[in-house]
């Protein structure tokens, strides 16, 4: 007879514990899932499609024809996560080195999420309270075209951001609040100056509320 073994849930939390709301894609398949996510060109034409190499993700790419391009995945305007307790944790490259900005995290009128930008030495954490204002705060690691682990969390009263599991930055104001309203999954590519086509990978994208 088979060992009995407690269901996914038991391992992870006592049956007294109410999980909160929580969203796991690790970008596998041959199709983005658009039950879950949606893709929006906000200026010129994107590409969405799935990366055809090992470990590859899911591939983000701006039209080529102009500096002013950028698209998004998001979940279409569905906010679960709470502006004042929640977190996100993605995994994510720049498929090209120059001129291109990926924004990645918890987003709506307000947001914190992680910036990768050609045109910045460091990584960044960006935070904005759309009823105060917009900050980011430097890491200390490179910006490079290699993969990295990102894990953004915010209390209501900071909002931190860990790289390949180190702390690296944290803002305190201005920070999302629950008076700003609730938050969703979200990721940009952006062109930063210049033609060409700008591209953004990404391999896992999870959020949660704590």
Known sequence: MPATVDSLYE???????????RVVETFSGDALDTDRWSTHNGSGTGTFAMADEVDGGF????????????????????????????????????????????????????????????NNTYYKLGSRNNLIGTTSVDT?????????????????????????GTLEATATYP??????????????????GGSGVKEARLRYFEAYNT
């Open 59 to 118: 591939s983000m790419k701006t039209s080529g024809d102009s500096a002013s391009r950028y698209n998004q995945i998001r979940f279409n305007g569905i906010r679960q996560y709470n502006a004042e307790s929640s977190g996100f944790i993605v995994i994510y490259k720049a498929g090209v080195s120059t001129n291109q900005s990926i924004s990645i995290g918890l987003w709506e009128d307000s947001y914190f999420e992680s910036i990768l930008s050609s």
């Open 11 to 21: 391992q992870l939390f006592p049956l007294t514990t109410v999980m909160k709301q």
């Open 175 to 192: 920070i999302p609040s629950n008076a700003a309203g609730d938050l969703e999954p979200f990721c940009q590519i952006a062109n930063a």
């Open 140 to 164: 200390s690691i490179p910006v490079d075209t290699s993969w990295h682990v990102h894990k953004g969390e915010t209390d209501g009263t900071s909002v931190t951001l860990e790289i390949d």
